[in-house]
């Protein structure tokens, strides 16, 4: 099961670099089409598509590697039962957030999908495509944090725990 859920973040990290490649490519092909002299449409429009769907599918990934700003401040000053309390709470409230989110996010993809609902561009996009990217990624970060949830649960480490003692190279310290 740890291997599978590790693929499917690696995954989503992967669909984010694509995806964060395409505005790249997306950007420079309009820009030689207009020092061509040749008509650009709608690459702003899928530019902004791709953008949102790198930011939500790389939120798991980044969660899991640690590269989330997160509020360490009171964390690092507590110890033993009150930092496990604070942990899990925190990790709770954050998976009860991402659930909401990836629920409704699934919900307005599903809408958009049985009203046939389109973009306002030149181009008439299918908006539960765009809207996809968006959800999957709430979908799997809402995952991730279960992980975790259920990691400290057991009294093993996070995914931040571990990201931090592999930064240091040591092994992950329990103080619960």
């Not at 973040?9 to 207009?34: C, M, P, T, W």
């Not at 990790?91 to 409704?104: E, I, P, S």
Request: net charge negative; proline share 2%; with cysteine.
């Amino acid at each position: 099961m740890r291997a599978a859920l590790d693929l499917l973040y690696k995954i989503s990290g992967f669909l984010a670099g694509f995806f964060l490649v395409a505005i790249a490519v997306l950007i420079a092909g309009e820009i030689v089409g207009r020092e061509l002299g040749l008509e650009v449409r709608s690459f702003d429009d899928f530019s902004g598509f791709c953008l949102a769907a790198t930011s939500f599918l790389g939120l798991a990934y980044t969660f899991r590697a640690n590269e989330h700003i997160r509020m360490t401040l009171l964390l690092h000053h507590l110890r033993g039962s009150a930092r496990r309390a604070f942990e899990l709470a925190s990790l709770g409230v954050a998976a009860f957030l991402a659930g909401y989110f990836a629920w409704y996010s699934c919900e307005m993809t599903v809408v958009s999908w049985q009203i046939h609902d389109v973009s306002q561009g030149l181009i008439a996009v299918p908006l539960w495509i765009p809207q996809s990217g968006m959800a999957l990624g709430l979908l799997v970060l809402f995952i991730a944090v279960v992980d975790d949830l259920v990691s400290a649960l057991r009294g093993r480490p996070t995914a931040c725990e571990a990201a931090e003692a592999s930064a240091i190279g040591s092994q992950p310290t329990f103080e619960r």
